[in-house]
C-alpha cells in the first residue's frame, strides 16, 4: 500500500465520563498515521472535559459547548474535518485494533467504493459481549424495507459523497445515520466486509430505546421518500414482509447466525477492562 489517506473519525459526547475515556482510547489505539481525531462535547458537566483535556495533544480539534444535540455535534465535527475518509464513533463505543488500516487498505484498493461497513459486536456496559453483529452486503432494497443493518460504527465514507449528499441533515435527531445511508445509496456504491470492525454498546437507558416511537417515525420519513407516487394500502406491508424474509434467507445461507466472535474481541476487551 501506498500513502495512508487520511481519516477523520468524530466522537460527539454529553455526560459520558463513564465510558468516552474507552472510547478515546481505542481510536489512539488503532496507531493509524494519518489520523484526524476531532471530539465535540455538548458541555459536560460530569468529569467527560477534564478526560478530554487528557489527551487534547492527540487530538486534531475538541471543543466543549452547548449544543442542540448529537446531530448538530456531528456536523460541527464534520465541518473541521479534513480527512479522505470520515466515520464517527459515540463516547461509549469503540473501534476494534486495526480497523482504521482495514479501511485504508480497502478504500485504496477498491476505488469504485464509495462506503464500507463491517460487521460489530455488541457488548453491555461492562464490556461484556452480548451479541455478534455478523452481517450480508448491501441490497438497497432489503435495507430499506427491512431494518437499518449498517452498523454505525462500523460504517466508513468517502469525503467526496458526504459532500454530495449534503452530509447529515439537522431534522433527523435519531435516525440520522439511516437518513445518511440512504441518500449514500442513491449516489455510490456500498460495500461490506466481513469483519469485526467495532463494538456498540447496549445497555438501559439509551436513546433510541426511550424514543423509539420517535425513532420509527424518523425511519419511516426517509423510506417513504424513495417511493415515486403514494403507496396503494398493502404495498408497504408487503415491502417490508419481503424484504425481512430475504434477508432472514440470505443470513442465513451465507452463516450469520449462531456465530460468535474471534478472540480477538474478548482478548481487547479484556485489556481495555484491566485498564480501566
Given amino acids: 500500500m501506498g500513502a495512508y489517506p487520511r481519516i477523520s473519525i468524530v466522537t460527539c459526547s454529553l455526560n459520558q465520563s463513564r465510558f468516552i475515556e474507552a472510547a478515546i482510547r481505542s481510536v489512539l489505539a488503532q496507531e493509524y498515521p494519518e489520523l484526524e481525531y476531532i471530539i465535540v462535547d455538548g458541555g459536560s458537566t460530569d468529569g ?30 464534520f465541518r473541521r474535518a479534513t480527512g479522505e475518509v470520515m466515520g464517527w464513533l459515540c463516547s461509549d463505543d469503540l473501534l476494534l485494533p486495526g480497523t482504521l488500516k482495514t479501511v485504508a487498505e480497502f478504500f485504496s484498493r477498491e476505488k469504485d467504493v464509495a462506503v464500507l461497513f463491517g460487521d460489530a459486536v455488541w457488548i453491555d456496559d461492562h464490556n461484556r459481549i452480548v451479541g455478534y ?17 449498517l452498523p454505525q460504527p462500523s460504517t466508513f465514507w468517502r469525503r467526496g459523497i458526504y459532500e454530495q449528499v449534503g452530509g447529515l441533515d439537522r431534522n433527523y435527531h435519531l435516525a440520522l445515520d ?4 440512504e441518500r449514500f445509496s442513491r449516489c455510490g456504491k456500498i460495500a461490506h466486509i466481513p469483519r469485526v470492525l ?20 424518523e425511519d419511516n420519513r426517509y423510506r417513504l421518500r424513495s417511493l415515486v407516487r403514494s403507496p396503494f394500502p ?21 452463516g450469520c447466525y449462531g456465530q460468535r466472535p474471534s478472540r480477538d474481541v474478548s482478548q481487547f476487551l479484556s485489556v481495555m477492562g484491566k485498564s480501566q
Fill in 234 to 254: 398493502l404495498e408497504i406491508p408487503l415491502k417490508r414482509l419481503a424484504a425481512r424474509a430475504a434477508r432472514v434467507a440470505l443470513k442465513i445461507t451465507q
Fill in 198 to 217: 467495532s463494538l456498540i454498546r447496549r445497555y438501559p437507558p439509551q436513546r433510541n430505546v426511550l424514543l423509539r416511537k420517535q425513532s420509527d417515525m
Fill in 48 to 77: 467527560t472535559l477534564e478526560i478530554i483535556q487528557r489527551y487534547q495533544k492527540h487530538l486534531a480539534w475538541w471543543v466543549s459547548e452547548e449544543d442542540k444535540g448529537q446531530t448538530d455535534a456531528l456536523i460541527k465535527g
Fill in 133 to 149: 453483529k455478523k452481517e450480508i452486503r448491501f441490497h438497497r432494497c432489503i435495507w430499506l424495507w427491512s431494518y437499518n443493518y
Fill in 178 to 181: 439511516g437518513d445518511l445511508w
